[in-house]
């Protein structure tokens, strides 16, 4: 375990690194103590904080799907300080990053990752309401958060989003939705860090937003030019210019979180659909564009590979059901693409973020 300690006044930030400690989970949970009680201590002016950068963390402790082996090194961030010396970490070492959110939709490999996992920390979870509809919020600020947040200030546009368990920066660059509402409708920018430590704003336009799918997906691939989601501004609509009132909005939000309950398979470990919808131009129902209803009719749910299963809920979702592997879970995701290929000649498209080796 490596720490980097910055202390900071109002004019001044020093930077101390500490001798490298060899980590267990024992003393990681220790580390991870200090840490908490140094992040909190205010003296007077001064404000002490600590970087860690763990080794060898398990990503099953980090992924909705609880699958996945130790990442190599993995820091979260407090500062955009923080991003460009982890950035600057990876790079005296040749190692590729990965910026994590929730892990809620992502699978690691068992192999783990053998690079820098980045993670935005607790002071990238804050929403501003800056004023005639306009909310920002920060890229570690849990989705669900921000949607009822919007909610009690009696803004429409996100509030069916609540149910969707991942972060902002995870929802931006996924293009995020649910129940006919989706990020991109009412993201008017995106405030960004490229690898090289430069913050820039991104319009909505320039974010390239489509279903499920965002400008930051095409920059990830490419390691030179990714960019980490610091922040994304919103334009919403006020409930009472919708002729609503803020129950209204919650009343709705509630709505879709009882057929979430009644759909989705929310008691076992899951990274939510596996495969994105299929195009509506070319299939003409709803039904017909849920992979879901294939899924089904290919006789595939309950199939199980070890101990991964194609949900009996849900059969679009795949679950963690009994100690499954990322190679289980991965080996019956292209089993089903492949039975529904055969049977129906529709090619389905992972919408599962893979990691690592597999
Ligand atoms: C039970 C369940 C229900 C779900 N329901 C829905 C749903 O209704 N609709 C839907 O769209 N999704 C749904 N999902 C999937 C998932 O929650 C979303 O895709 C979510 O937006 C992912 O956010 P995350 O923070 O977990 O991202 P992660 O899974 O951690 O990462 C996803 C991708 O985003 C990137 N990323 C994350 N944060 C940043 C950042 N700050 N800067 C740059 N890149 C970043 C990562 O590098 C990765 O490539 C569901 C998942 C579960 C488990």
Redesign the pocket.
Known sequence: MRMTRREKTATTTVHHRHAQVRSNRRNRQRRLELFEFLFCHRRKNIYIFVMIIQENVPMSE????KVGGPARYFIKTESTDDIKEAFQFANERALPT?????????LVSDNGYNGVII??GKF?SEITNIGNGKICAK??TP?ARLARYTINEGLAGIHK?A?????????????????GQ?VSQTCIEVE?IDNAGNVRTRTAAECAFDY?HSI??EL?ASRES?????SATFQLTPATDLGKTAKDLESEMQECMTK?RNS???SM?????TFKRLDAGAIATPTQIAPGYYIEQAGLKGFRIGGAEVSRVHAN?IVNADHATAADIKALSEHVQKAVTEKFGINLHR???L?GEF
Do not use: C, W
């Not at 990965?98 to 992502?106: A, D, E, S, V, Y």
């Not at 149910?163 to 129940?179: R, T």
């Not at 990714?226 to 610091?230: A, G, H, K």
């Open positions: 980090h992924t909705s799907f990965f910026i994590l959110g929730k892990g809620t939709n992502l993670q935005l990238f890229g570690a989705l989003l149910g969707i368990p991942g972060s902002l920066g995870g929802a931006i660059y996924m293009n995020a939705g649910a129940y989706d960004t499920r930051f997906q990830a990714s960019e980490t989601i610091l979430r989705q398979p929310l470990p899951n990274a939510g659909s979702f919408e599962v973020i990691l």
